[in-house]
């Protein structure tokens, strides 16, 4: 399988008014590494986008605040969409990732890259 360069962006928050919970839309593109710095990466770059959804029950457990919320959220995702493509060599269109972890926060999110221009090779 050839690898691919997956490079995030800027994220927002989407949650709909009324909704018990928050979701935060990633953005990110995905380009094969044998094409990286070639002069068709740009016509051959795919735009992706990531939109993972938290309970407000289980973030008001975890006890963290807007900001460490976002890279955990970012990690979460990040490794489900390292998974999926591991898993099927693709990604269809627009992801989605639900959390469902335990009641301890599962990442320490001082450790977290920043996303926007986070790039990583799969």
Request: glycine share 8%; net charge neutral.
């Amino acid at each position: 399988m050839k690898k691919i360069l997956l490079r995030f962006g800027a994220h927002e928050n989407v949650t709909k008014s009324g909704k018990d919970g928050t979701d935060i839309l990633f953005k990110f593109t995905m380009v094969n590494t044998d094409l990286v710095g070639s002069p068709d990466e740009t016509i051959k770059t795919t735009s992706k986008r990531m939109t993972v959804s938290i309970s407000r029950t289980l973030r008001v457990t975890w006890g963290i605040d807007a900001d460490d919320l976002m890279l955990i959220l970012f990690e979460i995702g990040r490794r489900e969409i390292i998974e999926r493509l591991r898993q099927k060599g693709q990604l269809s269109g627009d992801e989605f990732v639900i959390v469902q972890q335990e009641n301890v926060c599962p990442f320490d999110p001082k450790r977290i890259q920043h996303p926007d221009g986070f790039e990583e090779r799969v």
